[in-house]
């Protein structure tokens, strides 16, 4: 396994779908099989390694505005189980383009060479779902294998999914990454995972895994630390771990069928009846 080429892989999906508590428990779990791991926060919060370091790492782009000189250890730091850790950041509210604050993150670890060192796996956690092409760089540049889209089963994020899709086929035309499937983030004990396999039909794709609901996730959130450090044996740290396996063996990458507007309104209707009837 670890003799193989790095997979290079980004988490896309709606903001406040758990996207990041998914990448940094993966990151963890790449880990704990033994891989070597580099995970990228691009999120101007520069919160998605938190829970991998203890803390706040100071973003690649504040480092940038203080105009000195800058050293790979300034801004590459080691988490748990050694998995390495970089948030690029982003300008203040209202102050800047958070998506150019990505292509610039991204020039910088070119120049750093960092992208050149022997890593297992390299993981973007992405803000949003790409409609800036800022955010698109990852899939653009040609950075990574694959995208795994992260949604429940709530209409709007799989309206988000289906706008990540549309970027999926776009820059898949131009050889840019493709689609390795998406990962259904149960947010409550209510979720519907018959209307993410509903969705994920209608455009050609499949869910690779359900991560289970679980006040562990929170909890272990609270303490900065991924539940696969805080809670190793529980059954949603093993959700995990059988999740990272899943991507390792994954082959089917593949270009989805995003639904346009009549389409999304059809599932739109589908949903209502689905959460409405008795």
């Not at 890593?119 to 779902?129: A, K, R, T």
């Not at 519907?192 to 499949?206: A, G, H, P, R, W």
Request: neutral net charge; hydrophobic residues 35%; glycine residues 8%.
């Amino acid at each position: 396994m670890l003799n193989k080429e790095c997979l290079k892989i980004a988490f896309y999906g709606k903001g406040g779908i758990g996207k990041s508590t998914i990448a940094s428990n993966l990151s963890a779990a790449f880990a704990t099989l033994g891989m070597k791991v580099l995970h990228i926060g691009c999120d101007p919060k520069g919160d998605s390694t938190r829970t991998l370091m203890g803390y706040k790492i100071p973003t690649l782009l504040n480092i940038l505005e203080k105009d000195t000189p800058i050293y790979e250890e300034d801004f590459l730091f080691k988490g748990y189980k050694n998995v390495h850790c970089i948030e690029a950041g982003g300008p203040k509210p209202g102050m800047g383009c958070a998506g150019r604050g990505i292509i610039t993150v991204i020039e910088e670890l070119t120049d750093f060479k960092i992208f050149d060192k022997q890593w297992d796996v390299i993981i973007y956690d992405v803000l949003g779902d790409v409609v800036c092409g800022g955010f698109s760089t990852p899939i653009r540049e040609k950075l990574i294998d694959a995208v795994y889209i992260v949604t429940s089963s709530e209409f709007m994020s799989i309206y988000a999914a289906n706008n990540i899709m549309k970027s999926i086929n776009t820059f898949s035309s131009m050889n840019g990454a493709l689609l390795g499937g998406i990962i259904h983030n149960c947010r409550s004990s209510n979720s519907n995972i018959e209307i993410v396999q509903k969705f994920s039909k209608d455009c050609n794709t499949s869910i690779l895994d359900t991560i289970p609901y679980s006040k562990n996730l929170g909890v272990s959130e609270l303490k900065a630390k991924t539940v696969v450090e805080n809670l190793p044996n529980s059954p949603v740290s093993y959700s995990f771990i059988q999740l990272a396996k899943k991507i390792i063996n994954n082959k089917d990458y593949h270009i989805p069928n995003s639904l346009d507007d009549n389409l999304m309104e059809k599932l739109s209707e589908s949903i209502l009846k689905e959460i409405t009837k008795e």
